[in-house]
T-cell receptor, first 111, second 116 residues
Framework: QKEVEQDPGPLSVPEGAIVSLNCTYS??????FMWYRQYSRKGPELLMY????GNKEDGRFTAQVDKSSKYISLFIRDSQPSDSATYLC???????????FGTGTRLKVLA | ETGVTQSPTHLIKTRGQQVTLRCSSQ?????VSWYQQALGQGPQFIFQ???????GRGNFPPRFSGLQFPNYSSELNVNALELDDSALYLC???????????????FGPGTRLTVL
């Protein structure tokens, strides 16, 4: 079993839809959680950074962390064709150097 | 504020050759991590450098080595290239301390290495 599991998709939604992207993990010591967006053949771009549990909102993006279920989510409201990309989750333990990434979910927002 | 930069953008090498990839960290960041991203996969941690020393290493053989310089820029060296080394190599910078990185981690655009 991988430490971080992420459905690879592709996930296709119509423009304007609310998108829900998710990751599950097995290591209960993970405390730092990040979401990245990666366009084809480009480096990942940091979208959201969360410590421990709870919600965080930034514009159209909301990140949720449920440590009791070992489950994190990224919601995208009013999705746009420009949101079409691969979304990667990443997480790490306190006091360690290594971020563990999911395989990424490919999202397509159809105009 | 200057972001993370990497060079070269693309590189083609043949099996058995050696390659050096370069990274300049974001202003104010003292820690550099290197990742390998195969097509369709998430980034895999290679190693991290803090204060010019290797701070931690993933499951990569010793032919993957690195350096960090006093200005916090870094190099990734790969010897005896194999076909499976073909991937996007990503550099990420962050603020860190010994044994840990803190705060957000920002990536550069990557170097795409093709081994023939």
């Amino acid at each position: 079993q991988k430490e971080v599991e992420q459905d690879p998709g592709p996930l296709s939604v119509p423009e304007g839809a609310i998108v829900s992207l998710n990751c599950t993990y097995s290591n209960s010591a993970f405390q730092y959680f990040m979401w990245y967006r990666q366009y084809s053949r480009k480096g990942p771009e940091l979208l959201m950074y969360t410590y421990s549990s709870g919600n965080k909102e930034d514009g159209r993006f909301t990140a949720q962390v449920d440590k009791s279920s070992k489950y994190i989510s990224l919601f995208i409201r009013d999705s746009q064709p420009s949101d079409s990309a691969t979304y990667l989750c990443a997480m790490k333990e306190t006091g360690t150097y290594k971020y563990i990434f999911g395989t990424g979910t490919r999202l397509k927002v159809l105009a | 504020e200057t972001g993370v930069t990497q060079s070269p953008t693309h590189l083609i090498k043949t099996r058995g050759q050696q390659v050096t990839l370069r990274c300049s960290s974001q202003s104010g960041h003292n820690t550099v991590s290197w990742y390998q991203q195969a097509l369709g996969q998430g980034p895999q941690f290679i190693f991290q450098y803090y204060r010019e020393e290797e701070n931690g290493r993933g499951n990569f053989p010793p032919r993957f080595s690195g350096l960090q310089f006093p200005n916090y820029s870094s190099e990734l060296n790969v010897n005896a290239l194999e076909l499976d080394d073909s991937a996007l190599y990503l550099c990420a910078s962050s603020r860190g301390g010994a044994g840990a990185s803190v705060g957000e981690q920002f990536f550069g655009p990557g170097t795409r290495l093709t081994v023939l």
